[in-house]
């Protein structure tokens, strides 16, 4: 992804507007302070789109973690269970009869344990695989909103300005773009990368997010 992008970068053609600019001396870094602003300003921007997928997004209903409670054996056959998905794991002492270090009654609770277990372990990997999912393609249309950004360094304002006449950007673009499609809702493809195919809602607010960058 980012060899397209430098290729897209690197390949467009100079303009006019660079016979206005005044030479680089020899000595001058070639990172120039307004530089540094821009690269610090979008990191710090895309740190904290990170740190809200990973402490806010969970808040929201329809990304919330099941509850780590737990039941008793007892309350679990008695069938209070919600909004718990695990049980207390069974004790000799308080399911066998007194000395007894085994019964039917303990290893059926034993069994309960183990499915239950695997049930909560299941949906906590289901809610991570939704928020991962959601993130990765929120994070890629940073990128990609970014591309665009980085084609001007000295504060012009139309970032669009001569990306029609960059053919090889444009065709970068669409392949990064392209290749991101498949990555997500092509199911062997994101079985690979370990994500999931989102909803047209979250693809929305993928990009929305994504092209707020512009505005750092």
Known sequence: MD???ALALATE???RSLLDQKPNGREEPLISGRMW???IGQAGYQIFIGLFFMFAIPLLPGYTYPDDCRRTCAQWNAGVQAPCLQLVKPDAVNICPPGVLDCPELQACMNTFNEQATVYEEAV???DMKINSFF???FIWLQLANLLNARKINDEWN???GVLSSSVFLSMYALILV???IIMEVPFMNTIFGIQAITPEQWGLCIAIGFSCIII
């Open 3 to 5: 060899s397209f992008a």
């Open 13 to 15: 053609s100079p303009t």
């Open 37 to 39: 602003i821009h690269i």
């Open 125 to 127: 990997h289901a809610v």
């Open 136 to 138: 990765f393609n929120a």
């Open 159 to 161: 970032i669009f300005e």
């Open 179 to 181: 290749l991101q499609i």
